[in-house]
């Protein structure tokens, strides 16, 4: 087989979706050599492959986001074909919120979440609009829908019954380099960062979604209860973060609160461990991947209890609502405090991340494509 996947979000360094196609495709090429894998990616000109993405075939195409996601959405509305653009593909993967209008290449949708539906203001309105038009329209297009929790399926079933023979849960993994750092290593990467002793971190792009606003009133209350201890945000900033800078200042935060922007994967290990505890506040995630690779280090961690977060982190961190700024204080104040609490923590959550590997990802996705490409259709 052929196999073309969209890695835009990768080959542009993009969090979540970015780390989870990268991993896939490593975990596909490991375990079924024998096919090849095309890497398919807008913005030619701006892609900054790494060595594993970089070393594929390539099939880019020059357009921007906008102009891209046009092209794509006149296609399906005027059934104008796109097969073009891929050339000898057996089949292709749409990875980033996208699904080519395609006639003779069948194709597998990735959906992640419906946060453009569930929670709105996670996105810019033209986004919000898109994905509403043109994602039922995916859907139907594709041969094969790989959800990527339970939760994201319960939701999808209640908004698109009719692809519901399409659905495949299909969980995310964690990278083997996700494991606890030697001492040495994560003294380096507080030096290289310029961070505190004592931290509390959080990893994501700083937008709505991630409800960072609650995290800052909770932090806020932790130094008013006498808590010294930092707190570190490594992520860039994302859409409508106002609020959260706003906030920040108005706290007076900005002194006491690390904005580290992008981190390098290879520095995510150590920053992990050194820190006290890991917060993920969220108010939806699809899947939580910075919560299991926090769990893999060895770090306690601290998450809201909606969406698919119960499913990723289990009985192994302490679940709060990410409404309850007073719950979210207690929660992280107990996991910072609470030394027989931490060391529970902390082998539970390297038991529950051993449950999650890109190989087992990798397997499951590969014989959708094989059913995909046997009889046309899952389910």
Known sequence: ?????????????????????????????????????TAFFNRAAEARPD???????????????KPWRLRVMLAHLLRRPQDALLPGVDLFHGADHLLPYLERIPGVFTLYDLT?????????????????LMAPRFLRAARAVIVISESTRRDALSRYPGDAGKFRVIYGGVSRQFCPAAPHAAAAVRQRYGLPERFILAVGTIEPRKNYEALLAAYRALRDRGQTVGLVIAGKKGWRSEAFFRQLHDLGLEDRVRLLGYVADADLPALYTAAEVFAFPSLYEGFGLPALEAMACGTPVVASNTSSLPEVVGDAGLLVSPRDVAGLTTAIEAALTDAALRAD??????????????????????????????????G
Do not use: K
């Open 1 to 37: 087989m052929n196999i073309c996947l969209d890695l835009s979000a990768a080959v542009h360094q993009r969090a979540g979706i970015g780390r989870y196609t990268r991993e896939l495709t490593v975990a596909l090429t490991a375990l079924a050599p024998e096919h090849t894998y």
């Open 116 to 132: 453009y539906l569930t929670a709105q203001q996670a996105h810019t309105t033209l986004n919000r609009l898109y994905l509403t």
């Open 345 to 378: 923590l902390c082998a539970r959550g390297l038991t529950q991340a051993g449950r999650f590997t890109w190989e087992a990802t990798a397997r499951a996705t590969l014989q959708v494509y094989q059913v995909v490409l046997g009889s046309g259709a899952v």
């Open 51 to 65: 060595p594993a993405v970089a070393a594929l075939p390539r099939l880019p195409v020059p357009w921007g986001d």
